[in-house]
């Protein structure tokens, strides 16, 4: 009988072939050296286009950059990280919207913690996924960690939990199937039926992953009942309640009531307290989107504008927009873990149900299976500067948007929509000379696309009431009252001269 040979050497000829071949591009033992130099050549890269951006932007056009990757034939390799990363300079960092720049001013966007950069660089490497024990362990453990640490900031009690998400889109999602699995638990009849009826209450300036979670959800988006504004846009609670007491008259339930904490335009945030009662009253869950104004939970001496959030059901929280972190980091987090339980699978061959309680697997809570790794950056950051340091951070920038309301309200060209209240500034350009037909929505946008082409700065815009309206968005605490000053004069010399170019236009008609 001939001996077998082990396993090992019947294997070892071919194992070895491969030296030479694609699979030395693989990080592995052999290759961790090579990792982090190609690691340092592009961080050199990033770092040198950072420093050298004289602009937020270059301006490009959306043609000229598609000709450009159009060019490139994606089955003929280049040969090297080097020259992939030169071309990818070219295509890319070149051309590049940089929100590090002190003129950017346009989404909410914000420049990211050097201690969060390094901390990527352990996530991306290390691969981890998010899913199970024994594919994450001590990530399942520092994850967990710091939903606890945000919990405990907003106030929401002992057995509060929650797990990291893409965004607050992702978030607000989660929350609204929370919210829709309780109340049709234990009921009567198929899905659609125990559907029936229910209603979401939001302010009419909430987000719109409100209306598309309920359109996911098979609620529909007309089961989201928009509540007038105040004069600051936050949600008018007594138009609320008298929506609520007509649709209870009507045979209609609350499911769910959505306050905002930090609107998108004028970062309002809804009466929380009153807010929270009726939601109580009705029977509704409670949920805050503090998507954006979640760095006041940080902040030193604001913390206070977000007094009634620890009655929330649930919380959204995007530490990518306030607490200066890389995208993506966003959380949802629930005053009762056990509500998690609405929203677990499991699947033999990753988390059997057989196995439940035997090792933390956050994918028991979460609605994505593989999912990186997004918490070190933020707990890198954390202790490495410290929580009061990011809240230090909000406070300026909402220094800064009151002083830049400030210069809005004091222009004689520049009109205040409403008063700043986080870190955006809603604000038109009028001219001192009538526009032709009164028509300033087309100039607005016309504003901005200038800004934008001429690299000088970068500004959003937005409608009020049927009329076009810029706005900036300050979260860079770097930005001084100097570039809003500069951004704004640009605003009023494009202004005059697109305003000045239409008068003449229709005089010489």
């Known amino acids: 009988m001939t001996p077998q040979r082990p396993l090992a050497q019947t294997l070892s000829t071919p194992t070895r072939s491969l030296a030479g071949t694609a699979a030395d591009h693989l990080l592995g033992t052999d290759t961790a050296e090579r990792m982090a130099e190609e690691f340092g050549a592009a961080a050199r890269l990033a770092a040198r286009s950072i420093a050298a951006a004289a602009g937020p932007t270059t301006g490009p056009g959306p043609a000229a950059l598609r000709a450009r990757l159009d060019a490139v034939d994606l089955r003929t390799p280049l040969g090297n990280t080097a020259a992939a990363l030169e071309e990818a300079t070219e295509l890319y960092l070149r051309d590049a919207v940089y929100f590090h720049h ?296 909402m220094d800064l948007a009151a002083a830049a309301g400030t210069l809005v309200k004091e222009h004689p060209e520049l009109e205040l929509a409403a008063e700043v209240q986080l870190s955006t500034v809603v604000f038109r350009y009028v001219p001192a000379l009538p526009v032709p037909d009164g028509d300033l929505e087309p100039l607005a946008n016309e504003i901005r696309r200038a800004l934008y082409e001429s690299g000088e700065a970068m500004v959003a815009a937005t409608t009020i009431e049927g009329v076009r309206h810029l706005k900036l968005t300050l979260l860079n605490p770097q930005t001084g009252i100097g570039d809003v000053a500069a951004i704004l004069e640009a605003i009023v010399a494009h202004g005059r001269r697109i305003s000045g170019e239409r008068t003449l236009g229709q005089v010489q008609a």
């Open 102 to 397: 002190p003129r950017y001013a346009a989404h909410l966007n914000c420049p990211v913690a050097l201690p969060a950069i390094a901390a990527e660089a352990l996530v991306t490497t290390v691969n981890t996924s998010m899913d199970t024990w024994d594919q994450s362990a001590g990530a399942t453990l520092i994850e967990q960690r710091l939903i606890d640490w945000a919990a405990d900031l907003a106030g929401l009690g002992p057995d509060a939990d929650g797990v990291f998400t893409s965004g607050g889109t992702a978030s607000n999602l989660q929350a609204m199937l929370l919210a829709r699995n309780t109340a049709v638990a234990g009921k009567p009849g198929s899905l659609p039926e125990r559907l029936a009826g229910l209603r979401i209450y939001a302010s009419a300036d909430s987000h719109f992953s409100i209306s598309t979670s309920a359109s996911l959800l098979g609620l529909g988006a007309e089961a989201v009942v928009a509540v007038p504004v105040d004069g600051l846009h936050r949600m008018d609670a007594v138009a609320l309640q008298a929506a609520l007491a007509a649709d209870r008259a009507a045979g209609l339930h609350a499911l769910a009531i959505v306050a905002t904490a930090g609107t998108t335009d004028f970062g309002a945030i809804d009466p929380l307290p009153g807010i929270g009662a009726l939601a109580a009253e009705y029977g509704a869950w409670f949920h805050v989107d503090a998507a954006y104004g979640c760095g006041l939970l940080g902040s030193p001496r604001h913390r206070g504008l977000l007094a009634g959030i620890e009655a929330a059901d649930s919380v959204t929280v995007d530490f990518h927009k306030s607490f200066f972190q890389p995208i993506g980091s966003s959380a949802i987090l629930v005053r009762d873990r056990a509500r998690l339980a609405l929203v677990s699978h499991h699947a033999e061959y990753l988390n059997p149900a057989a196995e439940a309680g035997r090792a933390p697997n956050q994918v028991d809570k979460s609605l994505a299976t593989t999912r990186r790794f997004d918490a070190l950056k933020l707990w890198v950051t954390l202790r490495s500067i410290g929580a009061e340091a990011l809240g230090t951070m909000f406070d300026t920038v």
